[in-house]
């Protein structure tokens, strides 16, 4: 796989060629509510995000009913803690019948929409709804048989790594490709809530590619949009990020999910980043040439009769810049001028004798 070339989901090109395609992760933010979900596609597809996806699975689908050891989540830095883990899905769950009409009105609005799938019931599930690709989740990214039954269905398949060795990936990546996945994504991917700057490593984003010769990006759960449009210039052609309304409304993923207006700005400032990107270049643009005028060069500042010599009295390096560059000014200074000159001439050769 080449990691230049670009795929489509549906019309929409990914690839380092295409500005980044950017995703708007629902979750569980809905706080189970239909008319929020769709409130919360209506904001993201305002604020420029192209992408919009959620989350395919039942409790049941996920764990057992069982509120002790370690299905209770009791360390107190988890944003869960206190719950059960059955408890936690069954309050972040998007009710499998509430996404059609998500998906629906994400497509009325311009949106390619799409879900994680968490076991193959869901994956049967969200064939039926025509999805266009799939995305697997940090945790779910060492569960080779998902994998594969995602990869058969032939469409683009979406990785986030948190946690991932390069060994896992590397069982990862093969088992997607032997399954019949052609267009990869992997998405660099810190699986803390929120992540910190300094706990992204999104240096792996260019490292990663090179190694699985893929598309990649990053799943960014920091809070701003600063690592994001870092991660641009690193090559990520796909950023994915939680969105919510308003985080003070709450819910099992606000704390660290964007708010329309900020969604705005990582749409914004990553297609800048994106458009900086360029390529090598020196001398100047075409947007540039008026402004070579500005530049300082040589200039007569006093009247001057024919054999006056040039001093630093009457020659200087000032702006505008149609005189002699700069650079002239030893080799000139001290000669004579072959005819009267007016103060403010840019000198040329020509003027000397």
């Known amino acids: 796989m080449n990691p230049n070339n670009a795929f489509s989901i549906l019309d929409r090109e990914v690839g380092a060629q295409h500005p980044p395609f950017i995703i708007a992760e629902m979750s569980g933010n809905h706080n189970q509510s239909l008319e929020r979900a769709l409130e919360i596609v209506e904001a993201a597809a305002q604020s420029g995000a192209e992408g919009l996806k959620i989350q395919t699975y039942t409790p ?14 009791s360390d107190p830095d988890i944003p869960w803690a206190g719950s059960s883990l059955y408890q936690l899905y069954g309050e972040a769950y998007t009710p499998w019948d509430w996404h059609q009409p998500i998906f629906d009105r994400a497509r009325e609005l ?31 990214n060492t569960d080779l048989p998902l994998i594969r039954r995602v990869a058969a269905t032939g469409k683009p398949l979406i990785i986030s790594t948190g946690m991932a060795s390069v060994a896992e990936l590397d069982d990862t990546v093969r088992a997607a490709r032997a399954a019949g996945c052609r267009d990869l994504v992997l998405l660099k991917c810190t699986s803390t809530y929120p992540a910190t ?7 792996t ?33 796909v950023i994915e990020k939680h969105f919510t309304l308003k985080r003070a409304d709450g819910g099992v993923d606000s704390s660290f999910s964007m708010e329309p207006e900020e969604m705005a700005q990582l749409v914004v400032e990553t297609r800048r980043a994106w458009q900086a990107l360029g390529r090598p270049q020196y001398g100047a643009t075409d947007a540039e040439r ?11 500042v006093a009247d001057l009769q024919a054999g006056e010599l040039l001093t630093p009295e009457n020659l200087r ?37």
């Not at 049941?60 to 989540?73: P, Q, R, S, Y």
């Open 317 to 353: 390096a000032i702006r505008p810049g149609h005189g002699l560059p700069p650079k002239y000014l030893e080799r000139v200074m001290g000669r004579a001028v072959r005819r009267d000159v007016k103060r403010g001439t840019a000198l040329a050769w020509d003027l000397l004798s």
């Open 290 to 300: 008026k402004s070579i005028q500005f530049r300082r060069s040589l200039y007569i």
């Open 197 to 203: 700057a300094d706990n992204t490593n999104i240096l």
């Open 110 to 140: 311009g949106m390619i929409p799409f879900s994680t799938p968490f076991d193959e019931t869901a994956v049967d599930f969200l064939e039926e709804l025509d999805t266009p690709c799939y995305k697997i989740a940090s945790f779910e």
């Open 205 to 237: 984003i260019p490292h990663m590619r090179e190694l699985f010769g893929c598309q990649v990006g990053l799943s960014d759960h920091t809070l701003g949009v600063g690592v994001s449009v870092a991660s641009v210039v690193l090559g990520a052609s």
């Open 60 to 73: 049941d689908t996920m764990t057992i009913d069982l509120d002790e050891g370690e299905f209770h989540i």
